[in-house]
């Protein structure tokens, strides 16, 4: 697993496939293996690159100063260490703000832009979910309690019709080896309160977003008038883990859109 320093912090990244660079920005309580049922969609179009974002995975040390401004110009950093050139940016949910912020201060190194499961807006109700989320974590109940609390707000409903679908979600979290500590987890959340959404039209590169009918954490209601005139997908069966509940569209969404914008 390659790490690079930089910015006060060491930070681990995996890297594979052949092609284009495509930068993979993880969202809320998330690192680099979330992307997991896409990467194997995107590997024979791109070099898929998947960072752990400051207070995540294996990137250290967990309580380095954290803030949407810190988190993307770890990517530009990361990305210019790399030296592969402008890339191709997925980002989801806070992934998404992060992209943007990347985007607005560092329009060198992006390509296209694509926003999934977020759009430049901060719900305040999301916030106080996060911290009330973090509050049960915090006390005596059970570890599985709140990844309960959690996965409504992250899947379709299709899901928990899906028998032991669940469960078997819950059992992988608890057993990831490096899953975002309580500690580390009101770090990041901390940054997200910080967070002032940034202007779409400081944007110099192709940008599209990809909602989720049925995101509970990001209504396609809320968010579409946002985006302003920015093309706008609405994937239909899929939860805020877009990329979870619909691999393939997202996949084909974001190889069409880089098809079209670079020819």
Known sequence: MPTVEHNGITQN??????????????????????????????????????????????????????????????????LARLDLGPAHILGHSLGGMISLRLACAHPQAVRTLTLAAAAPLRLERNV???KALLAIRQSDAAPHVWLHALFPWLFAPAIYEIEGM??????????????????????????????????????????????????LLLPVE?????????????????????????????????RRFIEETQT
């Open 13 to 78: 990244y995996e890297l594979s496939g052949d092609g284009p660079p495509l930068l993979l920005v993880a969202g809320m309580m998330s690192d680099s293996a979330s992307w997991a049922p896409l990467v194997p969609l995107l590997e024979p179009h791109f070099t898929v690159i998947r960072p752990d974002n400051r207070t995540t995975g294996q990137t250290l040390p967990w309580d380095a100063p954290a803030s949407v401004g810190h988190f993307a110009d770890d990517c530009a950093a990361l």
């Open 128 to 130: 106080a979910l996060f």
């Open 166 to 215: 669940v469960e078997q979600a819950t059992v992988a979290s608890l057993a990831y080896p490096y899953a975002q500590s309580a500690d580390a987890m009101a770090h990041q959340i901390a940054a997200l309160d910080g967070y002032v959404p940034d202007a779409l039209d400081a944007v110099q590169c192709p940008i599209q977003a990809l909602l989720a009918a049925d995101d």
């Open 222 to 254: 809320l968010a579409r008038p946002t985006l302003g005139k920015v093309p706008t997908h609405v994937i239909a069966q899929a939860g805020h883990s877009i990329h979870w509940d619909a691999p393939d569209a997202v996949a084909e969404h974001l």
